[in-house]
């Protein structure tokens, strides 16, 4: 029997996610009462226009532009609307009107996150965001709760599905990047400003907050290196394929020593990388996402669904409205975020990867073991080396500029270390040009 008081619930925004959180509340409010142990009363919606057409048919008498005077009747405030304010005020409004906040706003989170977290510290708020990094994916809880008792080494994630979209269609119907790109603009993957998600920047905000958990360290988007898909071509992709890898656009949180000071630090990436075929983030495919997490105790763990849609959203954040409801019925204060570890953070130079360099070099003796001699140079050593057909650059006369194709993939080095291997390759005389540098990740099962 449920003895408890209604929980007022206030929902901001009433988009693709907050349509469907709607919904889903107003027809299954009773399920998750009983789930709480307190009714769940969605007092009110605030949208900018209440008279735009929604995805979800949703009681007119709900709708508000007055966000303000909605938070502060609330127990709960689900924020929906994106953005950096006014969802930001709104949030505070709520911690400091006495609610827990649920929210999906993950570029609020990664540029915001420690204000909003202190806020909610002050006060004993909860403030959750199971949505704000792969979509219906649960990552966040199993990352703050399930490993709160393990060191986690890694997080190697595909955590955009628009561009995963885009590099899948590549490698599987041959596309280029913009006819892969029309695509999925068509099929409503990709925004009609694809930047956020084809530069990297979506998944540079979930690669923060995702790497602020793990490493129990807050991470500014700032620090996450950033590299986006639009420069990778369909012949890289193709070439990939024939050597058993997929180019994949990945979010890598490590936990790292500096081999100088002895230093643990963490360092955050987001840049596409050729992974073996073998690998499991090879079989993510379409606009799915996956975060594979690798940790001391648990060993290698793998979340895999859908990143984005709004039905599928909507179920991370009605999980953690049954969180904050099921809080408040039980009293006490929220936990807050886990920041002890304060790890340093290391910038990319840090790293230790592998790279394969594909390089249209002069076919004439000693040229191979001057561009070995290179890589030996800067201490990098060279795993495999392959040499393919030799053909005639243009305009120039029969016999004398055949060149050759080599693609080299090193083991692995400091980031430092091979792309200075780079710069000296680039510049060397029997390198006609660099066709193209790919990091390789994770370890071929
Ligand atoms: P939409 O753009 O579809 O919806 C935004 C909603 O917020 C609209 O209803 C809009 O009102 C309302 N809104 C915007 N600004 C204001 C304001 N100043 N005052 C009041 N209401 C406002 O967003 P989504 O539903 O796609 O995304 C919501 C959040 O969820 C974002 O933070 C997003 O990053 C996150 N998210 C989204 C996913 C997805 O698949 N869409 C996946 C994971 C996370 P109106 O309708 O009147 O214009
Ligand atoms: N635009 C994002 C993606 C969805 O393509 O994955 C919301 O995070």
């Known amino acids: 029997m449920i003895e408890y008081r209604n929980l007022r619930i206030a929902l901001l925004g009433a988009g693709s996610v907050g349509s469907q959180v709607a919904r ?4 299954q409010g009773e399920e998750l009462a009983s789930r709480v142990g307190a009714g769940l009363e969605l007092i009110g919606i605030a ?16 709708f508000t532009t007055d966000a303000r005077t909605l938070i502060q009747s609330a127990d709960v405030v689900i924020e929906l609307m994106g953005g950096i304010e006014p969802a930001r005020e709104y949030i505070l409004l709520a911690i400091n009107s006495g609610a827990d906040v649920v929210t999906g706003n993950k570029a609020l989170l990664a540029t915001h996150g420690p204000e909003l977290f202190d806020a909610a510290a ?38 955009n599905g628009t561009t995963n979209f885009i590099l899948d269609r590549m490698d599987t119907e041959g596309d280029t990047f913009e006819s892969a790109l029309a695509t999925a ?36 988007v700032e620090a996450v290196h950033r590299e986006g898909i639009t420069s990778i071509t369909a012949g890289e992709v193709e070439a990939a394929k024939r050597a058993g890898f997929v180019v994949k656009l990945l979010a890598i949180c490590e936990r790292l ?34 975060v594979f997490v690798q940790a001391e105790a648990a060993g290698d763990l793998m979340f895999y669904g859908a990143g984005a849609g709004g039905l599928e959203t ?26 002890h570890a304060n790890l340093p953070i290391f910038g990319i130079g840090a790293v230790n990867t592998r790279y394969q360099i594909t390089l249209q070099v002069t ?43 080599l693609v080299i993939v090193t083991h692995e080095a400091p980031e430092a270390a091979l792309s200075a291997t780079v710069a000296a390759v680039s510049s060397n005389d029997a390198v006609v040009r660099v066709e193209s540098v790919l990091r390789v990740e994770g370890d071929t099962p």
């Open 363 to 405: 076919d004439k003796p000693g040229v191979l073991a001057q561009v070995a001699g290179l890589f030996s140079e800067h201490s990098v050593s060279v795993e495999a080396v392959q040499q393919t057909v030799a053909s005639a650059e243009p305009g120039r006369s029969p016999g004398e500029a055949l060149t050759a194709t």
């Open 185 to 220: 603009t068509a099929l409503g993957y990709a925004e009609a400003d694809p930047t956020a998600d084809v530069e990297g920047y979506d998944a540079a905000q979930k690669a923060a907050i995702l790497a602020s958990l793990a490493f129990h360290t807050a991470v500014p």
């Open 257 to 290: 020593t500096d081999a100088q000071t002895g230093v643990e630090g963490v360092s955050v990436r987001v840049h596409p990388a050729l992974i073996s075929r073998l690998h499991p983030l090879a079989a993510v495919h379409g606009a799915k996402n996956a």
């Open 47 to 62: 949208v900018r226009d209440v008279d735009a057409p929604r995805d979800a048919d949703l009681p007119r008498e709900l």
């Open 314 to 339: 909507a179920s991370a954040v009605l999980g953690d409205l049954v969180s904050a409801a099921r809080r408040h019925v039980a009293g006490g204060p929220g936990v807050g975020e886990s920041t």
């Open 24 to 27: 889903l509340l107003l027809e």
């Open 122 to 159: 002050q006060v004993g708020a909860q403030l959750y965001y199971e949505a704000a990094a792969g979509g219906a994916i649960p990552i966040i809880r199993p990352l703050r709760d399930s490993l709160a008792g393990d060191r986690v080494r890694r997080v190697m994630g595909i955590v």
